[in-house]
């Protein structure tokens, strides 16, 4: 088990932070991965907002739903294309 006193350097923010702020990435050879939490959650918002944009309100709406499953069917294809 690995020590709550271990820290890492997050190669985005560049802080040195417990290993406990890193997702587990099993192929890391310390279990960890290269970026913290916190910077990885705020890289895939902005990802996600780059790729698709806001989704129509209220969550859970009929035209919310429709523009998931479009979304949805884009991913696969690029995926099956790629």
Do not use: Y
């Not at 709550?4 to 991965?33: I, M, V, W």
């Amino acid at each position: 088990m690995q020590s709550t006193q271990e820290k890492q350097r997050c190669t985005r923010c560049h802080r040195s932070k417990p290993l406990e702020a890193f997702r587990r990435q099993s192929q890391r050879p310390n279990g960890r991965d290269t970026i913290c939490k916190a910077c990885r959650n705020a890289h895939d918002r902005e990802v996600k907002k780059q790729s698709f944009g806001p989704l129509p309100e209220p969550e859970g709406s009929d035209e919310w739903l429709k523009e998931v499953w479009r979304r949805a069917g884009i991913i696969r294809k690029e995926r099956q294309e790629g």
